[in-house]
């Protein structure tokens, strides 16, 4: 599995703006292959700031790579820049390999 998350450093009384736009987009990535979950995170506040991350699952490294090359990503992201006065700066882009993934045991499962 591949980990994709955006770090957002969103200016202090912008959050509703930000998470509107967030909440009411076309997103695609349901459409997409290898595509597992998103979730949009909304962190502490700091002095001039409150921290947004999106975070996305994707299966494998390849099927995040393809989606960022795909039309249904332009299309998603046709209107980012309009989004730009809420930041104070550009979103932080990180990508993880999943090495490992501990879950909660099913209380049907068989041992």
């Not at 930000?18 to 997103?27: C, I, K, P, T």
């Not at 909304?42 to 393809?66: C, M, N, V």
């Not at 390999?97 to 501990?102: A, L």
Request: proline share 5%; glycine share 8%; hydrophobic share 40%.
């Amino acid at each position: 599995m591949f980990i994709a998350m955006n770090r957002f450093r969103v200016k202090k009384g912008s959050e509703e703006a930000f998470e509107s736009a967030w909440l009411n987009r076309d997103s695609q990535l349901s459409t997409m292959p290898g595509f597992v979950a998103f979730h949009l995170l909304k962190g502490p506040a700091g002095a001039d700031h409150t921290l947004y991350a999106s975070h996305t699952i994707w299966q494998s490294r390849a099927a995040f790579e393809a989606w960022t090359k795909s039309e249904a990503f332009r299309t998603a992201h046709g209107r980012a820049g309009e989004r730009k006065p809420l930041y104070l700066d550009h979103p932080q882009f990180e990508g993880f390999e999943v090495r490992q993934t501990i879950g909660r045991a099913r209380a049907d499962a068989v041992p």
